[in-house]
Nanobody, 121 residues
Framework: QVQLVESGGGLVQPGGSLRLSCAAS????????MGWYRQAPGKQREQVAN???????NYADSVKGRFTISRDNAKNMVYLQMNSLKLEDTAVYYC???????????????WGQGTLVTVSS
């Protein structure tokens, strides 16, 4: 069993900032990719950013220059610093990891329960 717990969502005004955190725990042998997805009302889930084990990052075009993803491998945590937030950033944000579990040679995926980010004036 692997658990992901997100925190840091909330209500913020346009132009404001929030920092999301995600802690992974459980039967983890090694985490490969870590990332954030989001789903706005009536829209499909989309990838926001990801960071591979070596530190390389990728961002959706819509958040480049505003969001920064980082990870702490020692703590099995991933963060998303969100600056200059816009109304269209309103969504439920989900943490995602690709990992190897203990005693399992097959890579698998795990998801958090989601945290709501609301950007509103």
């Amino acid at each position: 069993q692997v658990q992901l717990v997100e925190s840091g969502g909330g209500l913020v005004q346009p132009g404001g900032s929030l920092r999301l955190s995600c802690a992974a725990s459980g039967s983890i042998y090694r985490i490969n990719d870590m990332g954030w997805y989001r789903q706005a009302p009536g829209k499909q889930r989309e990838q926001v950013a990801n960071i591979i084990s070596g530190g390389t990052t990728n961002y959706a075009d819509s958040v480049k220059g505003r969001f920064t993803i980082s990870r702490d491998n020692a703590k099995n945590m991933v963060y998303l610093q969100m600056n200059s937030l816009k109304l269209e950033d309103t969504a439920v944000y989900y943490c995602h990891i690709n990992l190897y579990k203990e005693y399992d040679l097959r890579p698998s995926d795990a998801w958090g329960q989601g945290t709501l980010v609301t950007v509103s004036s």
